[in-house]
Each structure stands twice: as C-alpha cells, then as structure tokens.
C-alpha cells in the first residue's frame, strides 16, 4: 500500500494507547473490512507533525478483496487526511520496513516573510541563509557513518552506521528546499541534520566543527532538531 498523509492531525505514525496516530486509523479500518485483526507494517516511523508523500506499508487479509475496492474503501472513510494512492498484491515475504533499501526525505525552509498559511508545512525560519555554505557542508554528510551525534534515540540503539547516498539544497524564491537520500534514518537524524546545516548557513557554526560532532558521538554545539512540520518523507526504494 502506498499512501500520503498530514502530520498535523495526527500523534506521528506510530500506533500509541488513546492517541490518534496513522498505524492507528489505518489498521482500525482495515479491520473492519477484513472483520478481523490486521496490523501493518510500514517502512518506517515518522514523529508528530511530520508529513508522508509516498509512505509503504504491507498487511495480510483473510479474505479475499480486490486491490481497487481496498483503495476505494479506505479513502471513502479515511476523511482526507490520509490517502491511499495504491494497493497491490506482494510476495508472502515482502517486508516494506525490511525490504527497503534507501529513502528520500526533503525539508522546507521558508527564509521570506512569515507565512500564517503555511507554518504547519514549511518551517517558518524566516531570515536569510548563506545557502553556498551549507551546501559545502552538506558534503561532509554523505558516505557511510556513525550518525549517533544526530540520534534522538541513542540509549535504544546499539548500531548507528548509516550511508548518505546524497544531499542537494535549492533554493526558489524564498523557500529552501533540501533533500536526503540513504540506507535508513535513526530518530530525528534529518531534522538534526538540517539543523547543523542551519547554523553553518548563519555562520553560527564553522563547517570544520561538522568532523568534531560525527567523533565525539554525542549531542553538541547546542544543535537543536528543526521543527517536524517543515519534513516530508518524499520516496521508498525496494529491491
């Protein structure tokens, strides 16, 4: 199944006990229409307020039901804020969290203007940034390495390698536009990482100190994760 939805009216994707969240709804619903339980699996987690372009995710069924009429159904009751784009039939082993190999993430960055009508989409930054930097910066971040200094989550992880196969950052108008593609992403990896990228971009941070953060593996320099309004998860790759 692949489908889209707006982080901000859930509690992240995440099923959570009297929570409204994404694995919650969807798997509500399917039960319904299979009349027993069905629990999905997706390529990943994303947090509260963070949008999907193209998340996956698999499930199993008892019953026999048309991929089309799957789709209909769901989005008839789904009230817009998810959407179900396509559902098709896998292999009995097909895992979509296990079975990927890499993702895109992309983060909006608005340097203009406060925008009232887009300030649950783009973060709403708000002052210039020198985007000729932060994309000298943004290369110290590709290849195969030890991302704990970006994980929110370290006390739960034991392996922190992962490969950045690219970042590219544009800028339009006002807006920013950067995007990230690896192997996989620990907890608010991306949104530390824009977050590094800021403050080069502010000249609060010399790009040199960017080596530092990776061999001290631990949450320095006062980097804060950015906002997860301004963070889309834009693409799934399978094998």
């Not at 959407?83 to 097909?94: D, I, M």
Request: hydrophobic letters at 30%.
């Amino acid at each position: 199944m692949t489908f889209s939805y707006d982080g901000n009216d859930f509690n992240g994707y995440q099923k959570q006990k009297n929570l409204k969240t994404v694995q919650g709804v969807l798997e509500k619903k399917l039960t319904e229409l299979n009349k027993s339980k069905v629990i999905i699996q997706a390529s990943g987690r994303t947090d509260k307020n963070v949008h999907a372009m193209c998340q996956k995710a698999h499930f199993d069924l008892d019953n026999k039901i048309p991929c089309s009429n799957i789709k209909r159904y769901l989005n008839r009751l789904l009230n817009g804020s998810i959407y179900v784009s396509n559902v098709e039939e896998v292999p009995g082993k097909f895992h979509a969290r296990y079975d990927c190999i890499k993702k895109e993430y992309r983060y909006y960055i608005n340097t203009g203007s406060y925008d009232v009508f887009k300030r649950n989409y783009i973060y709403q930054y708000n002052k210039n940034l020198e985007i000729d930097k932060m994309n000298k910066a943004s290369k110290l971040f590709l290849g195969t390495h030890n991302f704990k200094s970006f994980c929110n989550d370290s006390k739960e992880r034991t392996n922190f390698d992962r490969t950045i196969e690219s970042i590219t950052i544009n800028k339009i108008n006002d807006i920013i536009e950067i995007s990230i593609v690896g192997n996989g992403f620990l907890k608010q990896m991306v949104r530390n990482i824009v977050g590094v990228l800021i403050h080069v971009g502010e000249n609060k941070l010399d790009i040199s100190k960017i080596n530092d953060i990776f061999y001290k593996q631990t949450r320095s320099y006062n980097i804060k994760s950015v906002p997860g309004c301004g963070l889309y998860l834009w693409n799934v790759w399978y094998r």
